[in-house]
């Protein structure tokens, strides 16, 4: 998987949603609430995570398992 979608798409997605995780995991009380605030803070985690994984696709990814003589 070398799409620019994907990097991004998942990093983004993956920042996006470490609090609930980390709360599940760690079997607190409220892993499964949310308040507006919290949602904010999951917007921004998840542009933070779109822009590092087109970062990273940018540097490494898009030539991923090429050639270096293609």
Known sequence: MRALSWYSGATGLAAASAPWV????????????Y?????R???VFFV???IS???Y???AGRDAG???WE
């Open 53 to 55: 994984g087109s970062v």
């Open 41 to 43: 803070f999951a917007l």
């Open 66 to 68: 090429a050639s270096l």
């Open 22 to 33: 980390i709360r599940a995991g760690l079997h607190l009380p409220r892993a499964a609430d």
């Open 48 to 50: 933070a995570g779109l």
């Open 35 to 39: 308040n507006f605030m919290e949602l």
């Open 57 to 59: 696709w940018f540097l």
